[in-house]
T-cell receptor, first 112, second 113 residues
Framework: TQLLEQSPQFLSIQEGENLTVYCNSS?????LQWYRQEPGEGPVLLVT?????EVKKLKRLTFQFGDARKDSSLHITAAQPGDTGLYLC????????????FGTGTRLKVLA | EAQVTQNPRYLITVTGKKLTVTCSQN?????MSWYRQDPGLGLRQIYY???????DKGDVPEGYKVSRKEKRNFPLILESPSPNQTSLYFC????????????FGSGTRLTVV
């Protein structure tokens, strides 16, 4: 069974701090996505990474796909209260049922 | 605007009363899926459809039905709702089974009493 483990599970930081969220698996993924979800709303796609080692930037958010395509990270620089939410990684594995799998989630709270 | 539209947004119903949650997408996506989200359990897939007239069970299909008669619509049917189906439901669509990621609807919060 392919799993995506995210860490940390919860994170509470002050405005202006930097943070990194990790998404790890023992399996290879053909692509990985990161989503942000606010309470009661649907997840919103932030980015897709496809190539091993790929780095993408979205304003203060930097996403990286591991060289072996088994892990990914999301780094936020100078976090703001508007970054508060549930961050989910997700992807399609390259073996087994090729199912779309969601990570366990990281709940971020940025305090003003 | 490219979007997935779910209705209703909120629904309170009684046990056993059949209901349908509608889902429509305007992006010509072939792949559509229904998820439920519960505290501590994350997003769990109920049913998915890879194209018109092609549907298959996800991880938690019991008590649900779906149909895909048109490419844009993928309704979720609860024939006889029970309290354990109280949850937050999301419809999602994708160009290619999630390879490029999903577009999610805004959600339907269902309460079965």
């Amino acid at each position: 069974t392919q799993l995506l483990e995210q860490s940390p599970q919860f994170l509470s930081i002050q405005e202006g701090e930097n943070l990194t969220v990790y998404c790890n698996s023992s399996s290879v993924f053909s692509s990985l996505q990161w989503y942000r979800q606010e309470p009661g709303e649907g997840p919103v796609l932030l980015v897709t990474v496809v190539t091993g080692g790929e780095v993408k930037k979205l304003k203060r958010l930097t996403f990286q796909f591991g060289d072996a395509r088994k892990d990914s990270s999301l780094h936020i620089t100078a976090a703001q209260p508007g970054d508060t939410g549930l961050y989910l990684c997700a992807g399609v594995g390259t073996s087994g049922t090729y199912k779309y799998i969601f990570g366990t989630g990281t709940r971020l709270k940025v305090l003003a | 605007e490219a979007q997935v539209t779910q209705n209703p947004r909120y629904l309170i119903t009684v046990t056993g009363k059949k209901l349908t949650v509608t889902c429509s997408q305007n992006m010509n996506h072939e792949y559509m899926s229904w998820y439920r989200q519960d505290p501590g359990l994350g997003l769990r897939q109920i049913y998915y459809s890879m194209n018109v007239e092609v549907t298959d069970k996800g991880d938690v299909p019991e008590g649900y039905k779906v149909s895909r008669k048109e490419k844009r619509n993928f309704p979720l049917i609860l024939e006889s709702p029970s309290p354990n189906q109280t949850s937050l439901y999301f419809c999602a669509s994708s160009l290619r089974q999630g390879y490029y990621g999903y577009t999610f609807g805004s959600g339907t919060r269902l309460t079965v009493v």
